[in-house]
């Protein structure tokens, strides 16, 4: 194995990294730039080691991209700077009484009395209910990813926006909000039992998900298991999207939000994995791989265009 180094050492090599795999994805890469990367790479081996982690992370995520309309704009293709370090704390059940929530910015992880384990996301709520008899979790608003426990007599169920999903052992996710709810499978099997009881439960394997919008289930979608629940490990990928909806899916994680000063701007496709964490690190990424920069106004982040 590798010795340990140092958090602030380990920290900097990966923003390093993610500096380098960024601007090696840019539209142009002179002679010099190519002949420093190897020097960096060659100087300390934990450079390669985290450039390699990097591009396996890259190659997970792009198992994930659909076809894009063709975009107006230059794609960027970068990977967004960030450490990889989650805001979250080890709970047990016993430190509160069933009730969870996260304020923004805040992803917290809590270990079950059961053994199971939640990734809950920013703005979520739920009631989590364990006993003899079984394990239930009520998820009002947000996202939790969950790593259940085996226990054959206790299905796990997890109730959102009235529809009911239910587990034996595995690891997935489930979001929900005002209009639909969301469920991912990474291991094992789940079934959804949609709110509308006239239709059907649907069982979702391992690399699929689904969508329930008004009680009725939608098409099972085709996912990459291995990115499916990046954000429990800190990132988030993205394959020619929009800035608008990349933005939107960090503020998700950000304590600040960042606002586009020009609706325009959301047009620009960003390619690359999004390392969340530290807060000041993904708008300095994306001022590398975009035409933009960022000026902090009225508690905000405004993203302008570069003249």
């Known amino acids: 194995m590798p010795p340990s180094l140092p958090p602030s050492q380990e920290q900097q090599i990966q923003e390093e990294a993610a500096l380098w795999f960024a601007r090696l994805r840019g539209e142009s890469v002179s002679g010099q730039q190519r002949a420093a990367f190897a020097r960096w790479l060659a100087a300390d081996p934990a450079h390669a080691r985290e450039f390699k982690i990097l591009e396996q992370i890259w190659d997970d995520s792009s198992r994930l991209q659909r076809q894009a309309p063709p975009a107006r704009q230059t794609v960027q293709r970068g990977l967004a ?4 370090i989650l805001v979250c704390g080890w709970l047990g059940l016993h430190w509160f009484d069933g009730q969870v929530s996260t304020e923004a910015g805040e992803v917290r992880h809590v270990e079950l009395d059961d053994g199971s384990e939640l990734d809950i996301a920013p703005h979520s709520r739920l009631r989590i209910s364990i006993d003899d008899k079984q394990r239930s979790i009520d998820l009002l608003a947000g996202e939790i990813a969950v790593n259940v426990a085996v226990d054959r007599q206790r299905p796990f169920a997890i109730t959102a926006g009235g529809n009911t999903i239910r587990d034996i052992g595995t690891r997935f996710a489930v979001l929900t909000d005002t209009r639909h709810t969301r469920v991912t499978v990474a291991e094992g099997i789940v079934d959804i039992l949609p709110a509308a009881k006239a239709q059907p439960p649907l069982r979702l394997n391992a690399g699929e998900a689904a969508v329930v919008e008004n009680g009725k289930i939608g098409p099972v979608l085709n996912i990459e298991r291995r990115s499916a629940l990046n954000w429990t490990r800190g990132q988030l990928a993205f394959d020619a999207t929009p800035l608008a909806e990349v933005i939107t899916e960090l503020n998700r994680f950000r304590k600040q939000p960042i606002v586009l000063d020009d609706a325009r701007l959301g047009e620009i496709r960003v390619s690359g994995v999004f390392l969340i964490g530290d807060e ?20 905000r982040l405004l993203a302008q265009r570069n003249k």
């Open 81 to 84: 700077l960030g450490c990889v």
């Open 280 to 299: 000041s690190t993904a708008p300095s990424a994306l001022q590398q791989i975009a035409p933009i920069h960022f000026v902090a106004s009225g508690g």
